[in-house]
């Protein structure tokens, strides 16, 4: 983003044209990816532009855009990186069942992970006379 922050200067003849269009200037929106004149960009365009990206990246041909997403909202919920509620707003999510349940991972170490602390909790209270 840091390469490519700013779009593409317009000439002064396509300025001239736009004015006699009463071109307006469009909002800032935000966007991350837009065309050289800083608005949105069409789908096909875009599709061309990914596919060469993907290429050059080594990437396997299936790569979607939207897999950026999974992959760093993946990452910022990883073990103890952030608290499930900040990686719910850094992900732009309304739901914080979106964010868990469609692009949070389990770390690896919680796979075959049993959990003991209430079974201990629970033992030492038995051992206890009165149970308390």
Request: proline share 8%.
């Amino acid at each position: 983003m840091a390469n490519f922050s700013e779009p593409e200067p317009i000439t002064h003849d396509a300025a001239r044209k736009r004015q006699a269009r009463g071109h307006v200037e469009p909002l800032d929106e935000g966007l991350i990816v837009t065309n050289r004149y800083g608005r949105p960009v069409q789908s096909s365009d875009f599709n061309e532009k990914w596919q060469r990206v993907v290429a050059r990246a080594g990437l396997p041909e299936r790569a979607r855009f939207h897999d950026l997403k999974s992959f760093y909202t993946s990452t910022l919920s990883g073990p103890g990186r952030h608290d499930p509620k900040t990686v719910q707003s850094l992900s732009r999510h309304a739901r914080f069942t979106e964010t868990w349940d469609v692009y949070a991972r389990p770390p690896k170490i919680a796979e075959g992970l049993t959990v003991t602390v209430f079974a201990q909790a629970f033992h030492s209270m038995l051992q206890r006379p009165n149970g308390c």
